[in-house]
Nanobody
Framework: VQLQASGGGLVQAGDSLRLSCVGS????????VGWFRQAPGKERAFVGS????????YYADFVKGRFIIARDNAKNTVYLEMNSLKPEDTAIYYC???????????????WGQGTLVTVSS
């Protein structure tokens, strides 16, 4: 499966942004998909994930209700909606296929190219 993330950009603190991750192939709905982010000089960190059906989601603690992951399998797309953005959310955001409850990047097999989110104060 191939993934392509998009939707990043420059926003101000407090704004919202929605990222998209489009997958290829007819079996996209069978893949659990996670979002990660990598800030400058830092390790790639788990943000959250969603089951193939979209009924189950799992988030990193720092999300604290600000981010929502959803998917539309008819469009082969997984979304990351980010609200109340903070400057510390600035990072390249990646989507990847992997186990729903895994926070470990090494367990994710297929990765999109990443999309940059910059939050100004």
């Amino acid at each position: 499966v191939q993934l392509q993330a998009s939707g990043g950009g420059l926003v101000q603190a407090g704004d919202s942004l929605r990222l998209s991750c489009v997958g290829s192939g007819r079996t996209f709905s069978s893949y659990e998909v996670g979002w990660f982010r990598q800030a400058p000089g830092k390790e790639r960190a788990f943000v959250g994930s969603i089951s193939g059906s979209g009924r189950t989601t799992y988030y990193a603690d720092f999300v604290k209700g600000r981010f929502i992951i959803a998917r539309d399998n008819a469009k082969n797309t997984v979304y990351l909606e980010m609200n109340s953005l903070k400057p510390e959310d600035t990072a390249i955001y990646y989507c990847a296929t992997g186990p729903l409850y895994s926070r470990t990047r090494y367990e994710y097999a297929y990765w999109g190219q990443g999309t940059l989110v910059t939050v100004s104060s």
